[in-house]
């Protein structure tokens, strides 16, 4: 702005004589008034400020000071009503005998400790870790941070397992639904951000909000309680800044095929609906924040027996360090989050045969990722290698069959393989391999069944340890460009070692193909 009014106050002498109606000859000197002067500067200087204030105002929100401000004590409220809601309804609507707690059964609980539970794998593994999500957005959404928000997650859960369920608190929910919840949590906060706009009116404004609230409830339950959810806004509108972190989305339909027992003749054909996110650039420099990269990968089944979430594989960056070699390769070497959820059924009815179960709820690990140069007719060539310990992971069982639960609970460790190779305007080629290798330490051997509640069995499940590899090739073959053909398979490998009971290699595959949009 300084450069802008010293140009406009030496310019000033030739403004005035330029509103002078009358100027003498060249040979004479001109007689300007002082305050038309005056006038005429006070004039300009004031175009000057409006302009270097028009150039201040923000269109992003994060840029509001309002939305600046921390209520930790209001995020506390909210992680604590989500509790009190949950459990009213389970208590009040669904009648159910898990939720009709006292006094007696919360000191109860909180004397004899924490225990394994049986809960069926869904449950345990996305719906708890989705659970914890919520607490953690109440506080991302009143001004906290990632890692401020981490402690709601773990003493809302904290509340839950003691206080909102007459059975035993349980070890891993508290596990899974924490850093489970963190991750979850942050991936639904910001990608609502892409969606809202508070510009936007009528039918546009609706649906975006609606969209919101699916994706992260938390958040649209407090634009509500603020009036943010109908305000228009001309400054501090947009929830996200695309210059600074780029964001791409496809989105691809179409049918799976999915083996029974790996046979080409006895699986199905169901559809599916996939949504694939890659959100920043790990390059970037300018955006190093927790999650300021992060991919995510969800797919829906959509018939068939196949349950509805079938697989969700989320990976954000916690902090990393980029860096440019000589020969023009881009290397960042940073420490990621994982969760990981791979699910189905029986494919045919009657079949007690499950194809696969694998589960990543809690891991932390270390990754690097490299951009090699443009060669030839590919266009982007990236390699990425992670290595992460998973503090609570699941896998399929063949023995271990207790209420709800036909898998084995443990902890280990995961290595995962992408490459990532594009054609320009023919299209894409990307190759995953994941490794998991989960222990279960704490098994029921030794234990009459007949005697003891299964509530308080406490088991991992079958005391051994579980190898499973997923391999994935996905091929995107471009038709325009938005449009494309998607064509993958995945083949799941699973070898596990009981010390009790003979050990099992089981195998199986699918396969999809499908149109993809990108976005």
């Known amino acids: 702005m300084k450069r802008y009014v010293i140009s406009v106050l030496a310019l000033l002498p ?15 000197v001109a007689s300007i008034d002082a305050a038309h002067i005056d006038s005429i500067a006070n004039h300009y200087l004031r175009m000057a400020i409006e302009d270097e204030k028009k ?27 989500i509790n009190v809601f949950v459990q009213s309804f389970d208590r009040f609507i669904l009648n159910e005998d898990f939720a009709k707690i006292s006094f007696n059964s919360i000191k ?69 639904t924490t850093v489970g919840g963190v991750c979850i949590g942050e991936v639904t906060y910001r990608i609502s951000d892409l969606i809202l706009d508070d510009s936007k009116r009528g039918g546009a404004r609706f649906w975006r909000e609606l969209l919101a609230a699916v994706v992260c409830p938390i958040k649209s339950l407090n634009r509500i309680i603020s009036g943010d959810a109908w305000k228009v806004r001309h400054q501090y509108y947009k929830y996200h800044d695309y210059e600074r972190i780029p964001v791409n989305v496809n989105i691809s339909a179409g049918a799976r095929y999915l083996a029974d027992n ?80 791979f699910d189905s059924q029986p494919v045919k009815d009657g079949s007690s045969q499950v194809p696969f179960r694998i589960s990543e709820a809690a891991a932390v690990g270390p990754g690097v990722i490299y951009r090699f140069p443009q060669l030839g007719y590919i266009t982007k060539l990236e390699q990425r290698i992670f290595v992460d310990a998973i503090l609570l992971g699941g896998s399929l069982t063949d023995y271990y069959n ?32 994941d490794y998991y290798r989960i222990y279960t330490w704490k098994g029921y051997e030794g234990k009459d069944l007949s005697t003891i509640d299964p509530l308080y069995l406490n088991a991992q499940g079958d005391k051994g340890h579980a190898s499973l590899f ?11 460009d938005v449009l494309s053909i998607d064509l993958s398979a995945s083949y799941y490998w699973r070898e596990t070692f009981y010390k009790y009971h003979d050990d099992v290699t089981s195998k199986t595959f699918d396969f999809r193909m499908g149109v993809n949009v990108r976005i």
């Open 108 to 176: 109860h609980n909180i004397k004899n400790g924490f225990v394994w539970d049986n809960d069926q794998f869904s449950t345990n593994l996305f719906a708890h870790p989705y659970h914890g999500g919520l607490y953690f957005n109440a506080a991302r959404s009143n001004g906290m941070n990632f890692w401020e928000s981490i402690p709601y997650s773990f003493c809302g859960s904290l509340m839950w397992e003691t206080m909102c369920e007459i059975e035993p608190p349980a070890i891993n929910d508290l596990i899974a």
């Open 402 to 433: 207790v209420i709800d639960r036909d898998y084995n609970l443990g902890s280990g460790y995961s290595a995962k393989i992408n490459t990532l190779i594009e054609f320009g305007k023919y299209g894409s080629l990307i190759f995953n391999a």
């Open 262 to 341: 790996n046979s080409f003749v006895r699986g199905e054909w169901d559809p599916y609906l996939n949504v694939a996110l890659v959100y920043g650039d790990p390059f970037s420099e300018c955006a190093r924040k927790p999650y300021d990269y992060f991919s995510a990968d969800v797919t829906f089944g959509l018939g068939g027996n196949q349950p509805l979430i079938s697989g969700v594989h989320l990976l954000g960056r916690l902090c990393g360090v980029p860096f440019n070699s000589g020969d023009g390769i881009q290397a960042e070497v940073g420490l990621y989050q994982h969760f990981n959820y």
């Open 14 to 28: 030739m403004m005035a004589m330029a509103d002078v109606p009358n100027i003498v000859e060249s040979d004479s």
């Open 55 to 81: 150039e201040n105002e923000s269109i992003f929100a994060f840029d509001n000071p309002d939305n600046q401000k921390k209520h930790p004590w209001k995020a506390a409220i909210e992680a604590f009503g």
């Open 470 to 480: 997923v391999l994935n090739p996905h091929l995107i073959l471009a038709v325009s």
